[in-house]
């Protein structure tokens, strides 16, 4: 079956921690993948995304994530964070073609960071 | 340019009824996607039209139905509506498939 599991439901840091939240799917051949942003009050937004090449993708406001296709994980990382990156995060996989934007999104994951 | 647009924001409706939701993607892209939201379900797929075709379509029952005018603008429809339709839905524009979606704000739905 095609999933999305994000390893944290809640995560809660301090401005300048690092950051890394989990994502591994299961999708049957090659894959397109994302992560998307909700902020407070705002609609979803992309963050950054992975077609080929390069498994290190860098996206806005300093956030990277790594595909590794042997674990089928794609996690995000930022290596210091702000109280702005207060949101939630989803992770989300798609067939690299012929999928017409069918996205199979996980749970997402709230993070809240204090000052 | 303006993001996407859908109406109305929000909407109460009691069971047996039927819905229509409305989207208007970004100018220019021509991909209309619906994507349901719960908080037990998280995001689904609802589906996906180009060009006023419908592409894909997602494990929802036949009362989900869609449809793309020439202009680009969708619409979706519920039909006899069900306590556990009561979500949030996300209209997502791109300028072609498998690209980077933009979503509206969204609709949200109450069946009572």
């Known amino acids: 079956a095609q999933s999305v599991s994000q390893h944290n439901h809640h995560v809660i840091l301090s401005e300048a921690a690092s950051l890394e939240l989990g994502c591994n799917y299961s999708?049957?051949?090659?894959?397109?993948l994302f992560w998307y942003v909700q902020y407070p009050g705002q609609h979803l937004q992309l963050l950054l995304k992975y077609f080929s090449g390069d498994p290190l993708v860098k996206g806005i406001k300093g956030f990277e994530a790594e595909f590794i296709k042997s674990k089928f994980s794609f996690n995000l990382r930022k290596p210091s964070v702000q109280w702005s990156d207060t949101a939630e995060y989803f992770c989300?996989?798609?067939?690299?073609?012929?999928?017409?934007?069918?996205?199979?999104f996980g749970a997402g994951t709230r993070l809240a960071v204090h000052p | 340019k303006a993001g996407v647009t859908q109406t109305p924001r929000y909407l109460i409706k009691t069971r047996g009824q039927q819905v229509t939701l409305s989207c208007s993607p970004i100018?220019?892209?021509?991909?209309v996607s619906w994507y349901q939201q719960t908080p037990g379900q998280g995001l689904q797929f609802l589906f996906e039209y180009f060009s006023e075709t419908q592409r894909n379509k997602g494990n929802f029952p036949g009362r989900f139905s869609g449809r793309q005018f020439s202009n680009s603008r969708s619409e979706m429809n519920v039909s006899t509506l069900e306590l556990g339709d009561s979500a949030l839905y996300l209209c997502a524009s791109s300028a072609t498939t498998n690209e980077k979606l933009f979503f509206g704000s969204g609709t949200q739905l109450s069946v009572l």
């Open positions: 999708y049957g051949g090659t894959v397109n």
């Open positions: 100018s220019g892209h021509r991909s």
């Open positions: 989300a996989v798609g067939p690299f073609s012929g999928g017409y934007n069918k996205l199979i």
